[in-house]
């Protein structure tokens, strides 16, 4: 704690504050709110719209090369990748009860960070948000075995605990509900094969910042995926390679 204390001195004194450069609905940007949130920090979003191509600018690339979001600058420190910003966050700012720092708990938590990237993929196969949103594609359900079976993995995960690494939330638990969220865009319901990731999905969102750092982005997305990307109109639609 003497060190989070430290930390925010230091912001007070030289006048910073932590700057996020975010897009609203992005899952990852999200997830990093929801670390600021719980770790009490303070900070200011800079919005990026990547619907207007804002991250594909000059100036957005001296911040992150590879012109992606989110984005964090701590004074003169940028760093980007969602999860190593929220374990940079939490190492900074005394965040040991969101990502511990003793050994095996910090394992279990980095090996399930790792696993949420996988989650993520096997779900957009079965989701297919950009190609819905973007290029009038439709859900993939010839790739809901695909979904499951990634709901498996977190269902695996929760048979000995309330939550995914631990008994209380960590990171990892941010990172693994988010594409949660793009399930139930698309009208897929988890509790009847999958009950204590059903179960475990209500507690995150019974997290008091939740609201806060989802609601807002969660309602754009679920915009955009019921009506194909038409609240965008057609010369500001992404192409593929965004």
């Known amino acids: 704690m003497l060190k989070r204390f430290y930390c925010l001195i230091s912001l007070l004194l030289n006048n910073m504050v932590l700057e996020l450069y975010a897009f609203g609905p992005s899952p990852p940007c999200r997830c990093v709110k929801m670390v600021l949130k719980a770790l009490q920090l303070d900070f200011e979003v800079k919005s990026v719209d990547l619907i207007t191509k804002e991250h594909k600018t000059d100036g957005f690339a001296q911040l992150n090369p590879r012109q992606k979001v989110p984005c964090l600058r701590d004074g003169d420190y940028v760093i980007s990748e969602s999860r190593a910003i929220a374990a940079y966050l939490c190492n900074k700012f005394s965040g040991d009860h969101l990502y511990p720092s ?3 708990k910090r394992g279990t938590v980095d090996q399930l960070l790792y696993v949420s990237e ?32 990634a709901l498996g993995f977190i269902e695996g995960y929760l048979t000995d605990r309330e939550f995914t690494a631990a008994d209380h939330v960590t990171i990892a638990d941010f990172f693994l509900s988010s594409p949660m969220s793009m399930l139930e865009i698309a009208g897929f319901d988890i509790a009847p094969e999958f009950p204590k990731t059903a179960a475990w999905l209500d507690k995150i969102k019974a997290l008091p910042y ?17 009506t194909k990307g038409q609240c965008f109109n057609n010369d500001q639609k992404v192409k593929k390679d965004d």
Do not use: H, S, W
């Not at 989701?127 to 290029?135: D, L, P, R």
């Not at 939740?210 to 019921?226: A, I, P, S």
């Open 118 to 149: 996988n989650v993520v993929d096997m779900i957009q196969e079965y989701v297919n948000f950009v190609g819905v949103v973007f290029f009038g594609g439709k859900i993939k359900k010839e790739n809901v075995a695909v979904a499951k079976r």
């Open 210 to 226: 939740f609201d806060e750092c989802n609601k807002k982005g969660l309602e754009t997305m679920t915009k955009m995926y019921e």
């Open 102 to 104: 003793q050994p095996e």
